[in-house]
């Protein structure tokens, strides 16, 4: 059984400060790798995706992937309270159009 | 273009009694999913349909089945609904694009079984 696992939180940080989401997973072939946003009621939004080792940025999120760690990473820099919400890890599988979920992690800014 | 969307919103069934979830994307997507979310266990994937005319089990297949009515429209049937079902449930929609495969995801159907 394919694995991702997160820490489930709650992490809370204060406003301004740098969040760091961490993921891990256990099937070693995947090669793409994403991270949703859930806001309490809602339903997951996509925020980043990744598959090269490294960093992406895009606006105040890096998205970190180290393929020989399993290990990937989601950076939020200045956060804000309108940051709260559960994070999810996703990974594709080898083989397939499935993506596996981490069962998420609360972060809480606090202002 | 309403991307997902998802009928009902929120239902209330007793034990034993069937219904239908329904789901439709207007994004011209191939792939659909069913997943139900339950606290503090993240969403995990009831069935899927890489393209139209095909169905496959996921993770949680026991107790629903699914129809793939054409290629907009994936429909989740509970049977005889038990209290385990109690859950939130969540329809999804991607494309392939390289190793992209975003989902898409409805706004949830709310389902509590007594």
């Known amino acids: 059984q394919k694995e991702v696992e997160q820490n489930s939180g709650p992490l809370s940080v204060p406003e301004g400060a740098i969040a760091s989401l961490n993921c891990t997973y256990s099937?070693?072939?995947?090669?793409?790798f994403f991270w949703y946003r859930q806001y309490s009621g809602k339903s997951p939004e996509l925020i980043m995706f990744?598959?090269?080792?490294g960093d992406k940025e895009d606006g105040r999120f890096t998205a970190q992937l180290n393929k020989a760690s399993q290990y990937v990473s989601l950076l939020i820099r200045d956060s804000q309270p309108s940051d709260s919400a559960t994070y999810l890890c996703?990974?594709?599988?080898?083989?397939?159009?499935?993506?596996?979920f981490g069962a998420g992690t609360i972060l809480r800014v606090k202002s | 273009n309403a991307g997902v969307t998802q009928t009902p919103k929120f239902q209330v069934l007793k034990t034993g009694q069937s219904m239908t979830l329904q789901c439709a994307q207007d994004?011209?997507?191939?792939?659909m999913y069913w997943y139900r979310q339950d606290p503090g266990m993240g969403l995990r994937l009831i069935y899927y349909?890489?393209?139209?005319?095909?169905?496959d089990k996921g993770e949680v297949p026991n107790g629903y089945n699914v129809s793939r009515l054409n290629k907009r429209e994936f429909s989740l049937r509970l049977e005889s609904a038990a209290p385990s079902q109690t859950s939130v449930y969540f329809c999804?929609?991607?494309?392939?694009?390289?190793?992209?495969?975003?989902?898409?995801f409805g706004p949830g159907t709310r389902l509590l079984v007594l």
């Open positions: 996703a990974v594709k599988e080898e083989y397939g159009n499935k993506l596996v």
């Open positions: 099937d070693r072939g995947s090669q793409s």
């Open positions: 990744i598959y090269s080792n």
């Open positions: 994004m011209n997507h191939n792939s």
């Open positions: 999804a929609s991607s494309e392939h694009v390289l190793r992209q495969e975003t989902q898409y």
């Open positions: 349909s890489a393209s139209e005319g095909t169905t």
